[in-house]
């Protein structure tokens, strides 16, 4: 009687298990990337926030976002952070003066090779068989807007101007609290 441990079958099911078990470790090991912080960036195309100083009430601001924060974030984070300047400079209001978000998109491919496995070894890498190509589109926004602050009470009628105070209550409970440190 033959051992049912050593048929091809059998090597195939535990080829197919030990694959499985190899991909969940290598997962484990892969931390999922969390959305951007709010902070400023460290460097010139680092993820946060950025602003510069064009005139004594003119300013230039900027949010990058990393490929896991959506583009509402990105621009609530940029708006939240003009608001905090407004207010850090002894202004009341600011006006948009003009606004942008871009995107940038790459794309993530990936091959999966299917086909007999090696009968001598039960489990390697196919010998022949077709491959399938998959790609997955991965995006990050950057936000920038020029703004022009102003002390005062806001205008009613335009449309294009802020209320610091009230952007800053508005927006700071959506700013994730950061990750604790072990």
């Known amino acids: 009687m033959d051992d049912p441990s050593l048929s091809p079958r059998?090597?195939?099911?535990a080829c197919r298990l030990f694959l499985c078990l190899a991909g969940l470790l290598a997962l484990a090991g892969c931390g999922v990337p969390a959305t951007t912080p709010y902070?400023?960036?460290?460097?010139p195309g680092d993820t946060g926030y950025q602003e510069q100083r064009i005139e004594s009430n003119r300013y230039r601001v900027t949010f990058t976002?990393?490929?896991?924060?959506?583009?509402?974030a990105v621009e609530n984070f940029m708006l939240l952070r003009i608001a905090e300047l407004t207010l850090a400079q002894g202004y009341d209001y600011f006006v948009l003066d003009n606004?942008?978000?871009?995107s940038q998109t790459y794309y993530?491919?990936?091959m999966s090779d299917y086909g007999p496995l090696d009968p001598f070894y039960g489990c390697t890498w196919p010998r022949s068989g077709f491959s399938v190509s998959t790609s997955m589109p991965v995006t990050?926004?950057?936000?920038?807007a020029y703004?022009?602050?102003?002390?005062?009470?806001?205008?009613?009628?335009?449309?294009k101007a802020f209320d610091a105070r009230d952007v800053k209550a508005s927006l700071a409970?959506?700013?994730?609290?950061?990750p604790a440190t072990p």
């Open 10 to 13: 059998h090597a195939r099911r």
């Open 39 to 43: 902070r400023p960036a460290q460097t």
């Open 65 to 72: 976002g990393n490929t896991v924060t959506a583009r509402e």
């Open 99 to 102: 606004q942008d978000t871009e």
């Open 108 to 110: 993530l491919q990936s």
């Open 140 to 144: 990050h926004y950057k936000a920038q």
């Open 147 to 159: 703004v022009v602050l102003f002390k005062g009470e806001k205008p009613p009628f335009e449309l």
């Open 173 to 178: 409970p959506l700013v994730p609290a950061p």
